[in-house]
C-alpha cells in the first residue's frame, strides 16, 4: 500500500468540492481531511493540520489560487482545478502537480494522483504499488426537496438540463435538483452514460434505436448535437 496523505479541498463552489471529494473518496491511500470554501479558510487549516497535497481551484474571490500557492510551504503539494485553461503555464511556473480542467473526470483526478505518488511520496506508482481504489458506487445522491435522494444509475433514463437545474428522468418520477449538467456528468460512470448535447445526457442501455441525429428512448427522441455527434456515434458503435 501506499503511504497515507493527507489533503485538502480548496474552491468556493460547493458541488466543484462535492465532485472532487467525491473521486477522491474511492481512493484507500488519500485522507481529506478538510474541504475549504475559500483560501482563508485553508490557511487556518494549513496552520492546525500537516497536509501533504492541495486540491486547489484558481478562480476564487479575495484570495486567489495562484496568490495561495505562491504563500503557502514549498513542501506542500498543489493540484490545480479549474474551469480556465488561461492559467494553465503560471500554475505549472509553481511547480503544480498536475493541473486539471473541470469537469474533472475520476480517470483525469487519478492519473493526477498517481503522478503525486511516482514524484513525491514513493518511487513506483500507484499502479505498482496496487492502491485499492474502491468500486465505483451504483448510486448517488442528490438533493431535491431539501433532502437528499439517493438515485441509482439502473433507474437514470436520461438527464435533460435547464440553466442551473437538472431533471432526471426515472421510471416512475422526475428528480428536479439544483446542479449543472456538467457537475452530474462528471458522477457518472463513463461507460453507462453518454453526452449528446449540451443539454442531454442518456442512459446506454435505455435506448432504443439512434440515427446519426436522434438518440431514440422509447418513443422520445433526444437530439445529437454537432458537436457531440463524432463521439456519440464513435462510442455507440463499440456496442
Given at each position: 500500500m501506499p503511504n497515507q496523505i493527507s489533503?485538502?479541498?480548496?474552491?468556493d463552489e460547493a458541488i466543484a468540492r462535492e465532485v472532487i471529494a467525491t473521486h477522491l473518496s474511492k481512493i484507500d491511500s488519500i485522507d481529506i481531511v478538510r474541504s475549504c470554501?475559500?483560501?482563508i479558510e485553508a490557511f487556518n487549516c494549513l496552520s492546525n493540520n500537516t497536509?501533504?497535497?492541495v486540491f486547489l481551484d484558481i478562480?476564487?474571490?479575495e484570495i486567489s489560487g495562484i496568490a495561495f500557492a505562491k504563500s503557502i510551504n514549498k513542501d506542500i503539494k498543489i493540484i490545480f482545478t479549474t474551469a480556465y485553461r488561461d492559467y494553465a503555464v503560471e500554475g505549472f511556473e509553481l511547480q503544480a502537480?498536475?493541473?486539471l480542467l473541470k469537469p474533472i473526470a475520476f480517470d483525469r483526478l487519478l492519473k493526477a494522483v498517481n503522478t503525486y505518488f511516482e514524484v513525491y511520496n514513493t518511487p513506483t506508482s500507484l499502479e505498482e504499488k496496487k492502491i485499492d481504489v474502491m468500486e465505483s458506487n451504483d448510486f448517488i445522491f442528490v438533493r431535491s426537496e431539501r433532502?437528499?435522494?439517493?438515485?441509482d444509475f439502473n433507474d437514470i433514463i436520461y438527464i435533460e438540463s435547464y440553466s442551473d437545474y437538472i431533471k432526471i428522468h426515472l421510471p416512475t418520477e422526475t428528480v428536479v435538483t439544483r446542479e449543472t449538467i456538467s457537475a452530474i456528468e462528471a458522477k457518472l460512470p463513463k461507460q453507462r452514460f453518454i453526452r449528446i448535447h449540451r443539454s442531454?445526457?442518456?442512459s446506454i442501455k435505455s435506448i432504443t434505436s439512434f440515427t446519426n441525429e436522434h438518440i431514440n428512448i422509447g418513443k422520445k427522441a433526444l437530439s445529437i448535437s454537432r458537436s457531440y455527434k463524432?463521439?456519440?456515434?464513435k462510442q455507440l458503435e463499440l456496442y
Open positions: 489533503c485538502i479541498i480548496v474552491d470554501s475559500n483560501a497536509i501533504d497535497l478562480n476564487m474571490p502537480v498536475d493541473y433532502r437528499m435522494l439517493k438515485i442531454f445526457i442518456v463524432k463521439e456519440v456515434l
